[in-house]
């Protein structure tokens, strides 16, 4: 922190002013994301009376739910941490018998209200279970397959698999997530096999939740009508319900099956413009730097995905030059390659720079206005951080030059160059600590054929530069992160190796039996500040062209269950439309099973919804 930040109240000053510091803690979560302290049933500070007749040896305590990004923050509830799996049985039989309902908590890292709404009184009849303390145990179940229960880290997971010399194909870029989070909403990483490339034995293209092969949930028993803990193996119809299951079923252990890991090198550039990197296939990119629209070197997105199979686009807001990552696997370290041992190799973007702390301040404060600065500011960070090149900070002006003093330059290349790394996968596969910006994101996955990916990539950039272009032509500017694009493969439930398998029936990348060409999904976000004037209406318009683009004719859409959608103009999770008809008609269309199934099959062995909450009774109907 500079002296400047003792300026106080000051706001004309260079530095970070009261004002300014306490709206970029926000944005960094810095005080944001600390919870209040737990208050036990004993306490003064309790706001409401303690459950009653908790089952024998819970102990409950009372603590804020707040999610990653700050837009869900009830009041106190009351929470607990079973100790181990066959504590939660117990608790769903106290639950139905007196009439309050149970909600697994994880590491809180979603967007989505599928554990709790926003503002949940603290005299709702909600118990939260906390998986974190206790459930995380991860052990091995055969040479090839992790027995985890659903409160282990993404992170410890990995590293456990490097130990025994496997690894997963993709993965969430947080490490800071449970499994049983990841799951219960199909998460993802960016791959689909590079030209060449034979998929090896235990590896998967699509979601976490495909490599499942046996799990165990919490159930309702008939024939004793208690709760009781039950397996499945992924060969039972029924598991394929709880496979993606949004939060209305609790998981408390999977297996999943991993592949021999193979290391990854991972190759950051910024010197593509958005014009070629997202242009109209067949015909020529805008931007000049481009010499033909089949290049004999990648130059569009969908060229990178051919040539490496793995691939992310980062495009900051209001610029023309995206960051770019390609994996790809690679034996043997690459000369030009820098090694590493450990995950989290971007501490540029894990630790926010004070600059963009700064910004990201006056952003929050109300100076909206200050996007397009923040977006250039964001691309001279990486820049510098992945390249050590300066060139364009000396060609910058204004205040782009003022915040990117010495201190800062020499702090960024304090780290070394970061724009080609290689190591085991989990070392690439996760780089995202819970420091980085704390944004919202909408989210959606578009279901196409392969060939079909860079129509997709260019007709999501046009419609988003064409609302982008219409509110700032109007003086607003509702977007201050960027756009994050990946690309998976759909979920081939032969990959788990369990026949007769299913796949996941509420996952987005469940394949439609009547498109088998459509085998490829490309993931869309748009990231910004909570609170941004404009921004949920900037959202259901870009929802909407999505929705007239993507209708099922050459390409089809699902919602990212963790992510923001269901626009209104100031709401997400919240357009009739959206919630009642579109989601459910995206996993009904094509035949075969899907939304109906996965309902019936989720009410049956949970018929008084036990694992429920008000959103979910909305969503989840018949």
Known sequence: MTTAAHHHDDDRGPGLSRRRLLGASAALGAGAWLLRGTVGPDSAEATTPAPPGLPAGTEPFQRVYRNWSGEIRTDQLWTCAPRTPEEVPALADWA?????????????????????????????????????????????????????QSGASMEALLAHLAERGLGLTAVPAP????????????????????????????????????????????????????????????????????????????????????????PLRCVSRLDLTAGELFARPGGSPSSPLSTS???ARPRTFADFVERDGRVEAIWFAYTERPWLKTWSVTPNRPLASRAVDEPYNYPFSDSVPEPVARLAGDLLAGAWGSAPLFGQLQYLIAKIGLTGDL??????????????????????????????????????????????????????????????????????????????????????????????????????????????????????????PDRPEWDTAVWLDVLGFPGTPGLHRFDRDLEQALLRSFDGTRAGLRVEWSKGWAYTEDAAWADPDVLDRVVPASHRDGGGPGWDEAVATLDRHDPHRVFGNPFLDRLLKL
Not at 106 to 133: F, I, K, N, S
Not at 237 to 260: K, M, N, P
Not at 412 to 440: E, I, Q
Not at 481 to 509: N, Q, Y
């Open 293 to 295: 629209s089949t290049p």
């Open 175 to 262: 490490g800071e997530l449970t499994v049983g989070g990841v799951l219960a909403i199909g998460g993802h990483g960016t791959a689909v096999p590079a030209a060449g490339e034979v998929r090896p034995d235990g590896h998967g293209y699509g979601s976490v939740s495909n490599q499942v092969v046996r799990l165990t949930a919490v159930v309702l028993d008939p024939a004793t009508d208690r709760y009781t803990l039950r397996t499945f193996d992924r060969s039972e119809a029924d598991s394929a319900a709880f496979l993606v299951h949004l939060g209305r079923a609790f998981v408390t252990e999977v297996v999943l099956r991993a592949g021999a890991d193979r």
């Open 96 to 148: 139905r018998a007196h009439g309050w309902r149970l909600r697994a908590q994880g590491h809180r890292h979603t967007w989505a209200p599928l554990t709790v709404a926003d503002g949940t009184p603290g005299a709702d009849r909600v118990l939260l279970l906390d998986t974190t303390r206790h459930l995380t145990a991860i052990t091995a179940d055969s040479p090839g397959t992790v027995r985890a």
């Open 391 to 512: 060139a364009d900070v000396l060609l910058s002006g204004g205040l782009l030059r003022e915040l990117l003093t010495g201190e800062v330059l020499t702090h960024l290349l304090a780290g070394g160059l970061r724009s080609d790394l290689w190591g085991p996968s989990r070392t690439l596969l996760h780089y995202l600590r819970p420091t980085t910006l704390r944004v919202t994101a909408n989210g959606y996955a578009i279901l196409a054929r392969r060939a079909d990916i860079q129509w997709v990539v260019a007709e999501f950039a046009d419609r988003y530069r064409e609302l982008i272009d219409a509110c700032r032509d109007r003086g607003e500017f509702p977007v201050n992160g960027a756009v994050e694009i990946r690309v998976t493969g759909v979920d081939d439930p032969a990959w788990s190796g369990v026949p007769g398998a299913r796949p996941p029936l509420l996952s987005a990348l469940r394949p439609r």
